[in-house]
């Protein structure tokens, strides 16, 4: 069974740094192109950061693109968004995702995720 359990969310203040993980078990994670999604309260689930196999690929979205990071290490089965810079507007929980494809890509259709993690809260005091 496939598992991602997402750690590193909290309390910060605005301006500061967060580096989030995702744990991935139960699967060959070199197989699955990534990403971190987020929903805020009242809000649909929004696509953050994606990420291709070898994570010499990643699409950042135009709201956090110069303030967040997505990177992977494969040996270790995990997956990293570094948030720097943070915002009011970041307060949201964070969700890491997988997608199972014959093809290689950073995704960004929520629907083409197949595989989620229960979330991680971060929430950005001003």
């Known amino acids: 069974q496939v598992q991602l359990l997402e750690s590193g969310g909290g309390l910060v203040q605005a301006g500061g740094s967060l580096r989030l993980s995702c744990a991935v078990s139960?699967?060959?994670?070199?197989?699955?192109?990534m990403g971190w999604f987020r929903q805020a309260p009242g809000k649909e689930r929004e696509l953050v950061a994606a990420i291709n196999r070898s994570g010499g690929s990643t699409n950042i979205a135009e709201s956090v693109k110069g303030r967040f990071t997505i990177s992977r290490d494969n040996a270790k089965n995990t997956l990293y968004l570094q948030m720097n810079s943070l915002k009011p507007e970041d307060t949201a929980v964070y969700y890491c995702?997988?997608?199972?494809?014959?093809?290689?890509?950073?995704?960004?259709?929520?629907?083409?995720?197949?595989?989620w993690g229960q979330g991680t809260q971060v929430t950005v005091s001003s």
């Open positions: 139960g699967r060959t994670f070199l197989r699955d192109p």
């Open positions: 995702a997988a997608v199972r494809s014959l093809y290689d890509g950073t995704y960004t259709d929520r629907s083409m995720y197949n595989y």
